[in-house]
């Protein structure tokens, strides 16, 4: 054991600051060697692969991903069989594997839950044009739905669509005509446009062309005014809970801070229903999505929904592990449970 953690990360990129790297990633680094570690950033490129693997291979025990998939030079393939790679071949701790950020963060891991009562049953993904054209028309005739690209970050390309004129009586199941006027707006800053319903679909095809493409299709669920409820974690362990509520007004959904959404931070057991819920919920998650390995750094996002009683339910909305940045709550510590975390398993591969 060399007691040593690489940090990926890659140049350029609207997360980084002034000195070239993500806020939160010095904090990390930092941490690590708090502990008696060795810790070092390394930025990625496709052409350094070799070099990167030799010098990895060499001085690490593990690596820690801190790279916004949408950022990556060259897509994200080349990063992902750097990464593999270094799992598989070289025998390094993973934090988090491609595996890991396929299974937990892309966001058809709502459409294999379906089944479960942390998704509605109608909740689809579209992985080529074809079915989303031939399809999306008639899931729109049963009422307002959110479509969730599985690229990008911070809400882009999250579209709230509904059909604009309201007196068009919907008849469930029955597809509805390419000029419809929807509207439709996006959760990147709460925009809202007019589209026809064939000329909006054309838009979205470039969602699901490329490499992991895809478009989730989810009802819309009212209550996400009242706020969404984001629950942060490190390894299996809860760490907070924000309370992410949109900006009022119009037809505003979005829980992001650069939409003014306010946020309000609390402890896990301001929201102990919730966290019970969740982690009697995580078995089946993991089975769903394939295997329990628990993500470094993740968070899962729920929205209010409304029991069968009237009582208050949990909708899962997304679940993040790519890359979750936690900026905003450094004065938290985070990044100390980041880096023990980290460290106990490495140790325990080693044990």
Known sequence: MKKAIVVF??????????????????PIVNAIKEQGWNAEV???????????????TENFDAYISRVNPGSIPGGEKGYFELLTKLSR??????????????AYGAKDALVKLNDTSLVPADTAAYYDVETFHNTFPTSLSYGERVLKQNRGSTGEGIWRVQVEDKSIELVPGTPLPLDTKLKCTEAVD?????????????????????DNGMLVDM??????VEGEIRILLVGPHPIFVVHKKPAA?????????????????????????????????????????????????WTADFMLAD????????????????????????????????????????EKKFA
């Open 190 to 210: 709460n925009h809202t446009e007019i589209r026809e319903l064939g000329e909006f679909m054309d838009f979205c095809d470039q969602y699901i062309i490329g």
């Open 249 to 297: 007004g119009g037809d505003n959904f979005s829980a992001t801070l650069f939409s003014g959404a306010k946020y309000t931070y609390d402890k896990p057991e301001a929201w102990q229903p919730l966290i019970d819920m969740f982690a009697e919920a995580r078995p089946v998650i993991a089975e769903k999505l394939g295997g329990d390995n628990i993500p470094l750094i």
């Open 9 to 26: 990360e890659v140049e350029g990129g609207s997360d980084k600051s002034f000195d070239g790297h993500r806020k939160d990633t010095m």
């Open 219 to 224: 009802r819309f669920m009212p209550r996400i």
């Open 307 to 346: 029991g069968e009683n009237g009582e208050d339910t949990y909708v899962l909305g997304e679940i993040n592990c790519s890359c979750v940045g936690f900026t905003s709550e450094l004065d938290m510590g985070i990044q100390e449970m980041v880096a023990k975390e980290a460290i106990s398993r490495v």
């Open 89 to 102: 071949e070289a025998g390094l701790v993973g934090m988090s594997t491609p595996e890991e950020m396929m």
């Open 42 to 56: 390394v930025y990625y490129r496709p052409e350094w692969s070799e070099k990167i693997f030799d010098y990895v």
